[in-house]
């Protein structure tokens, strides 16, 4: 299974994705896996990305696609092996959370196809951690040594469209503790083992 951990800037993505990579997954599944790989969406960014974002500029559909195509070869990669993985990404777009899942097959030149590709993947969940303007706003505050500061999270949530129930999502309110989170998680991943596909 790959969980796509998504929401806004300072929603909790990389405090989540390194406690579920580090120290719990591997308690909860019985596989001979030390943790699952944790894919940083961040470190997939071009550096014209990051210079822009730490200028406090929002980053535009144009900039964001390469990186998403990135993110696209990871989750296939990870994918082919069968492997387990987390990947951090804001996702924030319908759009984008299509084209994690499908690459340039999303792209809306890609005529009509575009329009029949699955809404969801059955090997990939979206971890949708929701919160509100306030709550993130003071994390970021306080949060010291990352390029994303806080005046850019009205752009974040103006861009936001929340995932909807048939893209295959688990939503997680933020204002519960890492470890909560994480224990909503297992809870799923050992549902999905004690239930398997058809
Ligand atoms: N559930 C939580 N309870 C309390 N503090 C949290 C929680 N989740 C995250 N934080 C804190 O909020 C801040 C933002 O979290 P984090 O950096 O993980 O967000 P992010 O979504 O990865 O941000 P970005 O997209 O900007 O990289 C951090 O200082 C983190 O320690
Ligand atoms: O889509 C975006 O605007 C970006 O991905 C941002 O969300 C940053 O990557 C991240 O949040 C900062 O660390």
């Not at 929603?11 to 019985?30: D, P, Q, W």
């Not at 990669?77 to 097959?105: M, P, W």
């Not at 979206?126 to 509100?132: P, R």
Request: hydrophobic share 35%.
């Amino acid at each position: 299974m790959i969980y796509i951990i998504m929401g806004v800037s300072g929603c909790g993505k990389s405090a989540l994705g390194a406690f579920l990579s580090e120290k719990c997954i591997h308690v909860c599944v019985s596989t001979n896996q030390l943790g699952w790989p944790l894919h940083e969406g961040d470190s997939f960014h071009p550096q014209g990305n990051i210079e822009k974002m730490a200028r406090s500029e929002p980053l535009t559909d144009q900039d964001r696609l390469p990186w998403l195509l990135k993110l696209h070869e990871v989750i296939e990669r990870e994918r082919s092996y069968g492997s387990d993985a987390l990947v951090a990404c804001s996702a924030l777009k319908r759009l984008y959370r299509q084209i994690l899942l499908h690459g340039s097959k999303a792209f809306p030149s890609s005529g009509p196809d575009q329009d029949g590709l699955p809404a969801s993947s059955p090997d990939v969940c979206f971890l949708f951690l929701y919160g509100d303007y306030d709550l993130i706003q003071q994390r970021m505050v306080v949060r010291r040594g990352h390029y994303m500061k806080a005046d850019l999270l009205r752009s974040q949530f103006d861009v936001l469209e929340p995932p909807l129930d048939k893209e295959n999502v688990l939503s997680l309110d933020i204002r519960t503790s890492i470890t909560d989170m994480a224990m909503e998680v297992e809870k799923h991943i050992v549902s999905l083992k004690s239930s398997p596909r058809p």
